[in-house]
């Protein structure tokens, strides 16, 4: 019977089961450490550190003047008098410096700490989200290896059964019958061990795969215990989604910065005043020098930047837009699963 059950299963399923149980298990590991482990090697971690990086570097570049400009002239002038003409030579030096306003540069200040507050969120919410799946593959690795022993226990009784049978071997039709339905059942538990075997090494696969391990590790977990707690009140929940949920953190910090877009969209109506100390020197006729300072100031007559001030206007009515329709969201999909949650733990204990 044995051998009959052998064939049903696929050649590359079985040879990974026997490569797989052949090889040398590593020490057990908890939860924790497969955590820690998985977070020290995800190179993804990288690319959020980089973000990070990037709006650091958009901080200190915010608060940053403009270079100044210098400029130099030079020409020739003619000089008309009474005994013909006098050539000369013109020379113009001058050095112009653009003075932002402290607000505008307050305001980048703001929008590139927002950056790094958004980038901050991705890397918190990337690292629950590897902690999540190691537990979640965690505990359907233990789930598997749980039922696979007990359809393998049961099996094995089913076939100490049909053992025990097929030796009194009583004549007529009723025992043929008994014994080729506990075959059909063995079968069938046969494959259930086997599929919930599969699940385990998939799982298994996971877990290696998040730890940065090989595929085909043996990787051994700790013992562990799930505890089935009960849940706080809907409103409870609903207070805790307000604060810590990471979409909602990301709405908050997209609508306060878009507020500082909107108030330096404002402040561009005026532009930079510039300030150009200059020194101009003159011959012919006799030398003439010439020191000054100009101060020049656009008026926002023909361009006042309605229309950037507006679109962000538009642009922070949407994100609020946006945060109102996602928090309702998650009040309704926590409300769904915290009552699942109740009704299995209901079906749990009552077990």
């Known amino acids: 019977m044995k051998h009959h059950l052998i064939k049903l299963i696929p050649a590359g399923l079985l040879a990974s089961i026997c490569i797989s149980t052949a090889q040398v298990k590593e020490p057990p590991q908890s939860i924790e450490a497969l955590i820690a482990k998985s977070l020290s090697n ?18 200190e570049q915010a608060g940053r003047w403009s270079n100044p400009e210098l400029n130099l002239g030079s020409g020739l002038n003619r000089i008309s008098s009474g005994a013909g003409f006098q050539n000369g030579h013109v020379m113009s030096v001058s050095l112009s410096q653009r003075i932002e306003f402290p607000q505008r540069i307050q305001l980048r200040k703001a929008i590139a700490n927002g950056d790094i507050k958004l980038a901050e969120l991705g890397l918190e919410r990337f690292r629950m989200n590897v902690e999540n799946r190691i537990r979640e593959a965690a505990y359907a690795h233990q789930s598997s290896l749980e039922l696979m022993t007990l359809y393998t226990r049961v099996s ?68 562990f215990e799930v505890q089935l707690n009960d849940l706080p009140s809907a409103q409870v929940l609903h207070d805790i989604a307000s604060t810590n949920n990471f979409e909602l953190a990301f709405h908050a910090e997209e609508i306060s910065q878009q507020g500082y877009r909107v108030e330096l969209a ?35 007559i023909w361009n006042r930047n309605k229309g950037n001030i507006k679109a962000a206007e538009i642009r922070e009515t949407q994100l609020a837009a946006a945060i109102s329709a996602s928090f309702r969201q998650i009040q309704k999909d926590l409300s769904f699963h915290a009552q699942g949650y109740k009704a299995s733990l209901e079906q749990v204990r009552r077990w």
């Open 266 to 300: 404002k402040s561009e109506r005026w532009s930079e005043l510039t300030l150009e100390p200059f020194f101009e020197r003159e011959t012919g006729g006799g030398p003439q020098n010439v020191i000054g300072l100009g101060i020049s100031l656009p008026l926002p």
């Open 156 to 223: 094995d009784r089913a076939e100490n059964l049909l053992q025990a049978l097929v030796q009194r071997d009583p004549a007529g039709v009723a025992p043929l019958l008994q014994r080729r339905v506990i075959e059909a059942l063995l079968v069938q538990l046969h494959l259930k061990s086997r599929g919930y075997q599969l699940e385990a090494e998939r799982h298994l696969m996971e877990l290696n795969y998040l730890a940065g391990n090989a595929p085909d590790a043996r990787l051994l977990l700790a013992p």
């Open 42 to 59: 995800n190179p993804e971690i990288a690319v959020y550190q980089a973000a990070i990086d990037s709006g650091k570097a958009g901080l």
